[in-house]
């Protein structure tokens, strides 16, 4: 049998940390060949998830630049715009994913299938667990030059009872269970002893949201009720089957332009798919669904009884991003961890930790930015940034550095005359700081917070391999000239910039799609040719 080179240092790794726990500072694959050994001394880059985020940066990422390691408890890589298709048979589930370790193998890096538990930000430490054969939880430390936290989200709960009563649509195993119930409720509800009532309620399918998971799922459960199982099931059940669909807000599809969703609406009614706008769910019960509606201004409790209930109304964070949220005072939001346009994370220390995707958005804050900026310029000329005039060519100035830091202003700065004539109030031919304050406060509230889709996070994974890749080329050589870093992220790369390339959902036999003002609906003959990967969610 051949000799395996295991440093001993893989096999019995020393302690310390906070907690005193296990440091794995060298892994059992690290010698596995020259390569690898090679990449030892490399920058260390850790990645925490296996999602959109993490994968496009891995395969961004120049092999040999980085000693990757990702750990997830999830060892693929998962296609999520198109779950709604394999709960229902569509498409096979195993076409929906790609091994983890496949991806990883071009940077000759390493996978842990375990799960990151804590940061400690001071020693450069991820504390991660895994359940052992015995079924005990064990811990241990990972160190990191670099930590990119892609962790996503979990399902928004909105302080509602019963969702243990409820399928999620998250992940393979979410399909799985989802394609077993549905077939369980159409075979339950075709024995003899089955009564009418029953067989109504088992065949009663409920979706809690109308956003584009919900509103697809709906469309694709209806055509495998009414097109493929009918041809196989008792006539009696067609006239049995119902979908609804509870959403809060007044259209579903809301983040969609209103035509498309009163067209998806108009679709959903011509299939007898149940749309109830403006309710909310109260509680999920093993048998039915209770929610409100504003009837006459008073609030109504209906019932819906149910066989079936996907839970599909928005995200949240997961109890990893919120420990960490709560250990950086300069975390403020409640529902993603906060980074700067170059997706830092805020709070910790600069150039050594990013966040992606989900579990992450970047901060709009133009006006705190520049005021703190033209402060320091006034305070450094001894002048008092209370007293400061900025003429036209000087507020040129001004916005283009807005634009450099904040790619996603640009749009609200193309008529930077138009702007400085507005604001200039007292019409003296110059901003002062209170008008220029009031300039940069009205362009914050004009951008909006980044969708929590596939495509951001895509693009986000993107960004930080073609930035890693530059750092790693810039480091020797400022090394060897003893340069200061300072601020490396923004001296070797631009800040990062979202381009929206449209939304795409299917609606049964049809489809929409809404691009900047750019939307059209029909057939799937109208969306031939679009690549789903290109729009996806």
Not at 107 to 122: Q, T
Request: charged letters at 25%; glycine letters at 6%; a negative charge.
């Amino acid at each position: 049998m051949e000799d395996i080179p295991v440093s001993e240092l893989a096999l019995t790794p020393k302690r310390g940390g906070p907690k005193n726990l296990p440091i794995a500072e060298v892994l059992v694959d690290d010698e596995d060949s020259e390569a690898m050994q090679a990449q030892r001394d490399k920058p260390k880059l850790v990645i925490l998830g296996t999602g959109w985020g993490s994968v496009a940066l891995l395969k961004t990422l120049n092999p040999g630049d980085y000693h990757v390691t990702v750990v997830s408890p999830v060892n693929y890589f998962l296609f999520t715009p198109m779950l709604p298709s394999a709960t229902v048979g569509t498409l096979s589930l195993k076409s929906l994913v790609e091994p983890v370790r496949r991806i990883v193998h071009r940077l000759r890096g390493h996978f842990l299938k375990a799960e990151a538990e804590d940061v400690d930000f001071s020693s450069k430490l991820v504390e991660v667990s895994q359940v052992d054969a015995s079924g005990k939880r064990q811990h241990f430390y990972l160190p990191y030059d670099k930590l990119v936290i892609a962790v996503g989200s979990t399902s928004n709960s909105h302080g509602v009872k019963g969702l243990e009563n409820c399928h999620m649509l998250k992940t393979i195993d979410d399909a799985r269970k989802i394609k077993n119930k549905v077939t369980d409720n159409m075979e339950l509800a075709c024995l003899p002893t089955t009564s009418d009532e029953e067989r109504k309620r088992l065949l009663s399918f409920v979706i809690c949201g109308g956003g584009p998971t919900g509103v697809e799922f709906a469309a694709e459960l209806y055509d495998l009720l009414n097109e493929d199982l009918r041809k196989n099931f008792p006539k009696i059940l067609r006239n049995e089957i119902s979908v609804h669909v509870i959403q809060s807000r007044s259209h579903i599809l809301n983040t969609y332009d209103e035509a498309l969703s009163k067209y998806a609406e108009s679709r959903f009614a011509h299939d007898s798919v149940e749309v109830l706008t403006n309710s909310r769910v109260k509680e999920v019960r093993p048998d039915k669904i209770l929610f409100t509606q504003q009837e006459d201004g008073k609030t109504v409790t209906k019932e819906i009884p149910m066989g079936f209930c996907l839970w599909s109304t928005g995200v949240s964070q997961t109890t990893f991003a919120q420990k960490l949220a709560k250990k950086l005072e300069a975390q403020n939001n409640k529902h993603a961890l906060e980074t700067d346009t170059h997706l830092r994370l805020i709070g910790a220390p600069l150039g050594d930790v990013y966040a992606i995707g989900d579990c992450a958005t970047v901060q709009n804050n133009i006006a705190d930015h520049m005021v703190t900026f033209l402060r320091t310029i006034a305070w450094e000329k001894g002048k008092d940034p209370q007293k400061v005039h900025l003429t036209f060519s000087e507020w040129r100035g001004v916005a283009e550095r807005v634009k450099k830091r904040f790619p996603q202003a640009a749009n609200h700065l193309r008529r930077l005359d138009r702007l400085f004539q507005e604001y200039d109030r007292d019409h003296s031919g110059t901003l002062d700081f209170d008008e220029l304050h009031e300039l940069l406060m009205q362009i914050d509230s004009k951008l909006t917070s980044l969708p929590a889709t596939a495509q951001r996070a895509n693009q986000q994974g993107e960004y930080l391999g073609r930035k890693f890749n530059h750092i790693a080329k810039a480091l020797p050589g400022m090394r060897a000239n003893e340069v200061d870093y300072g601020d490396l992220d923004e001296a070797v790369y631009k800040a990062f910039s979202y381009k929206h390339l449209g939304s795409l959902a299917y609606i049964g036999n049809a489809a929409i799609f809404d691009f900047n003002g750019l939307n059209f609906g029909g057939g799937l003959l109208a969306v031939d040719g679009l690549d789903e990967e290109g729009v996806f969610r």
